[in-house]
């Protein structure tokens, strides 16, 4: 079976490009979720979606960052202007449902402000 | 967001030793999982815990879900070289959403 797959593994960008990181969750999950991780401050909850609805966002770091889920199969984080600071391995997990099921990642976009 | 209490940080051992670790939280979880992440690859889930006093087994490792259900614990048997990585735990909170919060990571290192 498939897992999480996100696109690109890797991203290297100049300051104030935008990224894009894609998402594709388990077949059949209903929530997917995206993290951040960096060694200072590990794994941290940017936003989550159940049945394809933001539940919560107060994890996003600024206006800078969005996050949609157009269907059950896709979900795009964008950060616009991008910035050195924003570098960090960003993470795609899926869920069946938010109180149910266990938390499945995919292999993370490690990405590169320059 | 709220960080778990894992602990130790690191652990240098021999093959052939046990491990052990664990999290604590100041809020009561519905959920444990545990979870080892290898460099440039994202968590893979080891252990999932359902209810408190749950022992679960997977091979070698075998993890426990704490009465209080504010703490877990995650023992290896008999290291070996490939359990080189980061362990995390993650709890399920009930009260806030039932969003999972993460453990600051164990790293393990397996002296041959």
């Known amino acids: 079976d498939a897992g999480v797959i996100q696109s690109p593994r890797h991203e290297v960008t100049e300051m104030g490009q935008e990224v894009t990181l894609r998402c594709k969750p388990i077949s059949g999950h209903n929530s997917l979720f995206w993290y951040r991780q960096t060694m200072m401050r590990g794994l941290e909850l940017l936003i989550y979606?159940?049945?394809?609805?933001?539940?919560?966002d107060s994890g996003m770091p600024e206006d800078r960052f969005s996050a949609k889920m157009p269907n059950a199969s896709f979900s795009t984080l964008k950060i616009q202007p991008s910035e050195p600071r924003d570098s960090a391995v960003y993470f795609c997990?899926?869920?069946?449902?938010?109180?149910?099921?266990?938390?499945?990642f995919g292999e993370g976009s490690r990405l590169t402000v320059l | 967001g709220q960080q778990l209490n894992q602990s130790p940080q690191s652990m240098f051992i021999q093959e052939g030793e046990d491990v052990s670790m664990n999290c604590t939280s100041s809020s009561i979880f519905n959920t444990w999982l545990w979870y080892k992440q290898d460099p440039g690859e994202g968590p893979v889930l080891l252990i999932a815990?359902?209810?408190?006093?749950e022992l679960t087994s997977n091979g070698r490792l075998t993890a426990q879900f704490g009465i209080t259900r504010k703490d877990s614990f995650l023992n290896i048997s008999a290291s070996i070289p490939s359990d080189v990585g980061i362990y995390f735990c993650?709890?399920?909170?009930?009260?806030?959403?039932?969003?999972?919060?993460f453990g600051t990571g164990t790293s393990l290192t397996v002296i041959p």
């Open positions: 997990a899926s869920s069946l449902g938010l109180s149910t099921g266990e938390l499945f």
């Open positions: 979606f159940n049945n394809n609805v933001p539940i919560d």
């Open positions: 993650a709890g399920r909170d009930p009260n806030t959403g039932n969003q999972f919060y």
């Open positions: 815990l359902y209810k408190a006093g």
